[in-house]
């Protein structure tokens, strides 16, 4: 029996863009992918946009029994942030109950909230001014998160400031996959330094409220690098490629300091940010109190040798390899490796102080997967069952040798709208029929789960 922790938290995540809908109501602004979706629709997987996505905002109540129902006693969302200050000085008392009732409903229900402040939803109007390039973003976004912390501190003891920075910087400035849809590299350093900023000024805020029992944490997206040989130049592309996507933020936020390697890297490439008087002493007095750890796969790195100099992209930095014995998410086209979260789990032990630290996301993703359902409409996901629990025998040995890792949360609890994928990729505990009001029907998975919640572990 492969058991964990008393009090483990065993829960899902979703975040407000991808779950609630409601999107132009309410009082509510446009956020980036609001506007977006109305300016290019066809960009959009199956011209699908954020309208609706799993309704929510309508169905919280009915949500949180069917979370109790798979066991879950924790569910981690995120706050609209122009939903709760459409033009970001003003309350919207419409947000302010929604979210209040949404949280009350959990708790009342053994259900714990972590509440997330930033999943990748820019409000427009902040985009037009510049978005987190321009140095305004970072107390624009301090005085957001303040407001939330005010508004709902009573109720939520377990916040975070933003959800996998890298991946929307990285998104947003050099693949064209989040808007503004560009590629520039050394913007994209600018924008990932104001919102490194804009974290550490949102725990600063949250500091100075001593709000009783309640703590601050981040959550990241955690590709360790692999080097394809041992040979000095592979190894020092894995150095330069765990500096720039995975150090870059957790040294800073934890550690409280920016790796000087990070800095060697940016400088030989004239790609260092500018910074403010003052930066280096926040950044040293604001450490977190806990990390979420967002894991879906490794990533494989080998040297590049003939890069551009001064790089123009990360990849003149380092190359992608594919490693010969990989096993692939055939649905997803992600590479399946549970071994990263035992590696995960120790990192966190020796370089992090063992700070206390939870899987803020796991979870496998499948195209077209209604093909799986059963007679009665339940999909057999066999295969996302098979999936989890090979990354919990794996978090099981690394909370084993000592790393305090105090939950586990899946990627997601019902499906739900993904940018520009739409509704491709479907990871939920719960099917959403999309042609049906958006009505629910729980997965083989959900029952697994619950299983696994009500023994505190598992046979394996
Ligand atoms: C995570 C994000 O990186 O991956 C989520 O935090 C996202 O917002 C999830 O939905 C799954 O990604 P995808 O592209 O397979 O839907």
Redesign the pocket.
Known sequence: MKTFPENFLWGAAT?AP?SEGASRIDGKSDSTWDKWFEMAPERFNDNQGPQITSDMYHQYKEDVQRMKAIGMNSFRTSISWTRLLPDGQHLNPKAVAFYRDYFQELKANGIEPIINLF??DMPWWLMEKGGWESRESVDTFAYYAKTAFQAFGDLVQNWTTF??PM?HIECSYLQGYHYPAIHDFKKAVQAGYHTLMAHIKAVSEFRKLQIENAKIGILL?ISPAYAKSDAPEDLRAKEIADHLNIFSFLDTTVLGQVPDFLIEILAANQLLPKTVAGDKALIANNPVDFVGM?Y?QPFRVQAKLDGKQPAEDPSDLYASYVWPNRRMNEY?GWEIYPEALYDVAMLMKTKYHNIPWFVS?NGM?VADEARFADKTGMIQDDYRIAFMQEHLVQLQRGIEAGSHCFGYHA??FAD?W??L?GY??R?GFYSVDLADHQKRTVKKSGLWFKTLTENNGFEA
Do not use: A, M, P
Request: hydrophobic letters at 20%; charged letters at 20%.
């Open positions: 975040s991808q999943h990748f959800n996998e991946v997206n967002n879906y997803r996301e993703g990627w997601t739900c993904s940018w994928n491709r990729n990871y």
